[in-house]
T-cell receptor
Framework: QKEVEQNSGPLSVPEGAIASLNCTYS??????FFWYRQYSGKSPELIMF????GDKEDGRFTAQLNKASQYVSLLIRDSQPSDSATYLC??????????FGKGTKLSVKP | GAGVSQTPSNKVTEKGKYVELRCDPI?????LYWYRQSLGQGPEFLIY????????DSGLPNDRFFAVRPEGSVSTLKIQRTERGDSAVYLC?????????FGPGTRLTVL
């Protein structure tokens, strides 16, 4: 059973701080990794994807992948109250489907 | 349209009834996925279409669930003899070969 684990939170950070969200996965053969943001009552929105070891930056977001440790993280710099949401980590399955964690709820306090 | 659309946005039905949920993917996307999300959980994979055929239906929970995509575009998820445990948000996503983009979902409530 392929699994993706995330801390459910809530993770609370002050406005302007760095939020660090973490995810581990069980299938060592996984090749693709995604972070989705989900506001309450809305559907998941893709914010980052990463396929290779190392860091990938896009604006205030940085995704980090370490395949040896089976660990993927998302850093959000200069956190804003509008970043308050649930962040879902997803790993690509063998047929292209996504295997999701339960999500980490982030709260950014003004 | 610009994104994935799903209808209806909300569906309330009684236990034992039949329901159909519709997904209209992003134009040109050949891959289409159905997921189900319960409160406090991440989306759970149900079925994947590549074109008209179901490439992977291993996530369907039982034979009350069925999905079709007859012309390789719009897909319909069909649930027979609904049960209260089927209550969830049903999400559809489409992909052009890489990342998946989700529709707004259909919230199904079985009374």
């Amino acid at each position: 059973q392929k699994e993706v684990e995330q801390n459910s939170g809530p993770l609370s950070v002050p406005e302007g701080a760095i939020a660090s969200l973490n995810c581990t996965y069980s299938d060592r053969g996984s090749q693709s990794f995604f972070w989705y943001r989900q506001y309450s009552g809305k559907s998941p929105e893709l914010i980052m994807f990463i396929y290779s070891n190392g860091d990938k930056e896009d604006g205030r977001f940085t995704a980090q992948l370490n395949k040896a440790s089976q660990y993927v993280s998302l850093l959000i710099r200069d956190s804003q109250p509008s970043d308050s949401a649930t962040y879902l980590c997803a790993v690509g399955g063998s047929q292209g489907n996504l295997i999701f964690g339960k999500g980490t709820k982030l709260s950014v306090k003004p | 349209g610009a994104g994935v659309s799903q209808t209806p946005s909300n569906k309330v039905t009684e236990k034992g009834k039949y329901v159909e949920l519709r997904c209209d993917p992003i134009s040109g996307h050949t891959a289409l996925y159905w997921y189900r999300q319960s409160l406090g959980q991440g989306p759970e994979f149900l079925i994947y279409f590549q074109g008209t055929g179901a490439a992977d239906d291993s996530g369907l929970p039982n034979d009350r669930f069925f999905a079709v995509r007859p012309e390789g575009s719009v897909s319909t998820l069909k649930i027979q003899r609904t049960e209260r445990g089927d209550s969830a948000v049903y999400l559809c996503a489409s992909s052009g070969g890489g990342e998946q983009f989700f529709g707004p979902g259909t919230r199904l409530t079985v009374l």
